[in-house]
């Protein structure tokens, strides 16, 4: 070792005593309210999952393929959802799709609750969005298992870790993209706005969100997809799913395991965004 290197390593600063640390202190301090949050969220996860669970899967199918065709008025479509969902409960996999939906559904609706308030305020407010930029930066390339590491000291194995996980993961897709929608309202159409005495919340509600509304749809789409991706690997905290037999298949080496668990997985991502993605606008009729 040449005496430069030896002179930067001899003394290491100590990140990861001090992060393990401050984990420490802030699970000590606050034990009683993870404990809770952790029963809250499984309580609610459990009982939903076992209410999806007692529908008969033909009938839940049957159910998210008229869904299908009542958002979107295609019957390819609502054909597609019914024979993707048949070949799952086919091939023996519709626990795990319940379970992955059901995190999907929760991590997807915190995610947009949290990042389209948050998106609004950026939108509004420059430095906001300049502070938060290197946040979100943060929070989307960090490696996905980082995430799992103090959620799993904080909850325990578990969903609720893998569900909290998922949040932070996908959050910042519909802040980045409301953030976007917001910001670029053409301005005379906001001045139009106020010359007609609209407020401050009759201008968000029936100028500003309108006119984002593409973009946020584009937001909620990118976050079910991150949602669905970051749910599979939160299985090696125990949080169930089609991770599962993924994981299995991999541990057993069982590769036929784990393409009839991916190609579940793939369907479940295209319906949920063939469900979800907003239409494209067709030509204005003269």
């Known amino acids: 070792m040449d005496p430069v290197t030896g002179l930067v390593t001899a003394h290491k600063i100590p990140v990861g005593p001090w992060l393990n640390a401050g984990m420490n202190a802030l699970k000590d301090g606050s034990g009683l309210f993870f404990d809770d949050v952790s029963d809250g969220l499984s309580f609610l996860i459990d009982h939903s999952v076992a209410g999806l669970g007692a529908l008969p899967p033909p009938v839940f199918c049957l159910l998210v393929a008229g869904l299908a065709f009542a958002l979107r008025r295609s019957w390819p479509l609502a054909l597609f959802a019914l024979a993707a969902l048949l070949f799952i409960l086919n091939q023996g996999y519709w626990r795990e799709t319940v379970t992955t939906l059901v995190i999907t559904f929760y991590a997807t609706a915190a995610s947009m609750l949290v990042g389209v308030p948050v998106g609004i305020l950026a939108g509004h407010s420059r430095a906001l969005a300049r502070a938060l930029r290197p946040v979100l930066d943060l929070m989307q390339t960090l490696p996905t298992f980082v995430y799992l590491i ?8 578990g969903v609720v870790p893998g569900i909290i996980a998922t949040v932070i993961f996908a959050v910042p897709a519909p802040i980045r993209m409301t953030q976007l929608g917001i910001a670029s309202v053409p301005l005379p159409l906001r001045e139009a706005g106020e ?7 009759q201008l968000l509600r029936k100028v500003e969100l309108p006119h984002a509304l593409p973009a946020i749809m584009e937001g909620l789409t990118q976050a079910i997809m991150l949602a669905l991706s970051m749910s599979v690997i939160a ?29 579940a997985i793939v369907l479940v991502a295209v319906l949920l965004d063939r469900l979800f993605r907003r239409p494209a606008a067709g030509p204005v009729a003269p």
């Open 150 to 157: 103090p959620m799993l000291s904080l909850f325990g194995l």
């Open 195 to 201: 010359a007609f005495g609209a407020t401050p919340w």
């Open 235 to 263: 299985t090696m905290v125990g949080s169930g799913g089609l991770g599962v037999p993924v994981l299995r298949s991999l541990n057993q080496v069982r590769p036929a395991m784990g393409f009839e668990a991916g190609i």
